[in-house]
């Protein structure tokens, strides 16, 4: 193992066990506990794959993929969680972000599942880096589709979701700019490819760690307001569209 | 190769969006009597300083051009449309202008709803776009070919205006609007309270 491995390694659990005790001693392990399963399962699994590496290294391949991809279908708990908090008290937005969820995630697997059936030659464990990019393009695609629709509707986060979406997205685009690249370059680029990966992680960590370090949901959203006065909302909007079209259609008179 | 570029897009895509995630703004306050005031200005403005049929016409005018190119010597001529293609070029922008605001508008307060009718903000979200569009193509015709000189291309824009016009009045049919509120939408009044 390289020094900057065992580094990465080490700083990973050391900011993974500070992410969790903030959480802890601040009493909001519940409000967000999507995203905490997921760091309290890469916690356990970085601790053990780090016994695993100093006591059996030869098994460590093998269980290394295993517990990537119980953390990475794990990760999508993460997008469910911004999700959640994002559209709070919204349900036609969350709806439409749980949607696009099913949708990608549900190709995803489907296709895994075609590969698994029809190609007999094709597994998980031998075709990961390929499995793990198309996940992490099904994450970033529900990611930009829950950001568009929040920058849409202007709609404000707190510092903690705010964090949350930052660290998340700064690891998935690096993922999958760099295991797009290990696919054109080759074995050639796995020392890269692995430093790339290991580098936005502690970097997805340390944003976690500091947007996480206390409470901070944003503001309170005001109570909805019933549907009758979205549809006069809408319907005058409408109303107004329709005279400005009236105007523009007649605008130089010919 | 396809497969790289369409997941080198991606990660690229993202990494953009959140980069201009992070950078965005304070969103005012929902619903602030600002907000409000400033919604009010822009619907004023549309309605009673922009879109009257007098105005429009006014500016438009073809019998203007007649006239002066029958009275005037030819650098009045050319002094009368250049200051016509500036004024026309002016309101269009202005439209625009309150178009942006009136969208701004609308999405800052749909975020307030709990239930949005999806269909109808798709529906909103094309017409404006739409109307956005027609104002930029109109902006560009008059600012090449001045504000007489080009009627092929007025007709094409004032026609994409008009299918965007179905499309709001289809969409008014759909939202039953009459139903909803018959008296603020009486023709008669000029509801600029959103």
């Known amino acids: 193992m390289t020094i900057f491995t065992q580094f990465v390694w080490l700083a990973g659990i050391l900011l993974e066990g500070v992410i969790l005790i903030r959480a802890i001693y601040g009493k909001f392990l519940t409000k967000y506990y999507l995203f905490y399963l997921y760091i309290a399962s890469v916690f356990l699994g970085s601790i053990f794959l ?6 059996i290294h030869a098994r460590l391949g093998r269980l290394y993929w295993s517990v990537n991809f119980m953390t990475l279908s794990l990760g999508c708990g993460v997008i469910f969680e911004i999700s959640r908090q994002v559209f709070a008290h919204r349900v036609t937005l969350d709806r439409v972000a749980r949607w696009s969820m099913a949708i990608t995630f549900g190709a995803i697997f489907f296709l895994v599942s075609v590969h698994a059936f029809l190609l007999p030659q094709w597994n998980p464990t031998t075709n990961s880096a390929d499995l793990e990019r198309d996940l992490r393009i099904a994450q970033a695609i529900v990611l930009m589709t829950i950001l568009f629709l929040a920058g849409y509707y202007r709609i404000e986060t707190g510092k903690n979701i705010k964090g949350m979406i930052l660290g998340l997205g700064v690891y998935v685009g690096a993922s999958i700019l760099s295991l797009s690249l290990r696919l054109l370059v080759g074995p050639a680029f796995d020392t890269a490819w692995s430093m790339i990966q290991s580098s936005s992680y502690l970097a997805a960590l340390s944003i976690w760690a500091v947007a996480l370090w206390s409470y901070d949901p944003g503001p309170a959203p005001r109570p909805p307001i019933s549907g009758g006065e979205y549809r006069t909302l809408a319907g005058r909007t409408q109303e107004l569209l329709g005279s400005i079209n009236d105007q523009l259609d007649g605008t130089p008179p010919r | 190769m396809i497969q790289f570029v369409f997941s080198l897009l991606i990660g690229i895509a993202l990494l953009l969006i959140l980069y201009f995630f992070a950078r965005g703004g304070k969103v ?10 400033e919604a ?13 049929n007098d105005l429009v016409h006014r500016i438009f005018a073809r019998e203007d051009l007649e006239y002066v190119r029958r009275a005037a010597a030819p ?28 969208m701004r508008f609308h999405r ?5 709803y709990a239930q949005l009718n999806l269909s109808t903000e798709l529906l909103l979200a094309i017409n404006f776009a739409r109307l956005l569009m ?42 039953k609007v009459n139903q909803i509120d018959p008296l603020k939408n009486d023709p008669s009044h000029h509801g600029a309270s959103v």
């Open chain 2, 40 to 52: 009010k200005q822009t619907l004023d403005s549309l309605q009673f300083g922009l879109l009257p």
């Open chain 2, 134 to 175: 027609v104002c930029r193509i109109l902006e560009m015709a008059l600012y090449l070919r001045g504000p007489y000189a080009a009627p092929g291309m007025v007709r094409t824009v004032a026609s994409t205006a008009g299918t965007v016009c179905t499309i709001s009045e289809k969409s008014l049919v759909f939202l």
């Open chain 2, 28 to 37: 005012s306050a929902e619903g602030s009597a600002q907000q409000l005031r």
């Open chain 2, 108 to 112: 800052g307060h749909a975020r307030l």
């Open chain 2, 75 to 102: 650098q009045v001529q050319s002094l009368f449309l250049s200051e016509r293609k500036d004024i026309s070029l002016a309101w269009v922008r202005r439209v625009r202008g309150a178009i942006l605001s009136l």
């Open chain 1, 50 to 55: 780090y016994v695993v590496d100093i006591v």
